[in-house]
């Protein structure tokens, strides 16, 4: 299997782009504090339309479409994958439960073991 390095030239286009979204970005929250004395519907109407317009440009480039592929290729995949049923979910449940409970008494008696040989037999300290 051999992994091939993918290269992205990222155009002075898609730079001019993502710098505008960033500056949207920055602006909605800019316009959202310094028009509070507008109240909270024009604030809030401001900052949706400037956020919108910073994601609209943002999916617009090829960062954007690229994040738009790869969701794509997420759920494609994630269709593939065979889901348990719910008895073999509720067996390997209770799997893992009884392995915690054994790996429990297994740590417990080892350390009563080591406690005894340490303090009772080799110290000498009885309680």
Not at 91 to 103: D, G, I, K, P, S
Request: no cysteine.
């Amino acid at each position: 299997m051999s992994h091939q390095q993918v290269e992205t030239v990222v155009s002075g286009a898609d730079r001019t782009k993502l710098g505008a979204a960033g500056a949207l970005l920055l602006a909605s929250l800019v316009v959202y504090y310094l028009l509070a004395k507008q109240g909270p519907y024009v604030q809030w109407a401001a900052l949706l339309s400037l956020l919108a317009a910073a994601v609209v440009l943002f999916f617009s480039s090829e960062q954007g479409k690229a994040l738009v592929g790869y969701g794509q290729e997420s759920v494609r995949e994630l269709k593939k994958v065979v889901w348990p049923t719910r008895k073999e979910a509720t067996q390997m449940t209770l799997y893992v439960f009884a392995f915690v409970v054994v790996m429990s008494l297994f740590l417990w008696l080892t350390d009563k073991t080591l406690e005894w040989l340490l303090y009772d037999l080799i110290l000498g300290w009885k309680r």
